[in-house]
């Protein structure tokens, strides 16, 4: 089993069944995400888990038609390219809101 840890804004995976994606991460919670593989020919599970403070997690699998193209959990945009049995193959987006980068930007007063 291997982890990714997405670091950059937008990045490509192929994740193995048992691989896991760490979406956010920090000292106050994070986001992961793991291939749990196929449950049947229509459908692909992934395994979420959100973490909270020190070691308070929750989880949850998480049941999508393989026809699923796009998933989005909190910020992170993930656009499902390819889906079968052992491998998922995924582009990760980090999704800012505008107004929140425009808060960021320095104001002239006056």
Sequence with gaps: MKQYIAEKSTNKYKLEVGDSLVLERGFWGGIEVAYAGE??????????????????????????????????????????????DTSISLNHTLDIPHDFL?????????
């Design 39 to 84: 449950s049947s020919d229509s459908r692909f599970s992934l395994l979420v888990t959100e973490r909270a403070f020190l070691n308070n997690r929750k989880q949850g699998n998480l049941f999508f038609p393989k026809d699923r193209k796009d998933i989005k959990l909190g910020t992170h945009q993930l656009e499902i390219l390819a889906v079968n």
């Design 102 to 110: 425009y808060k960021l930007t320095p104001q002239k007063l006056g």
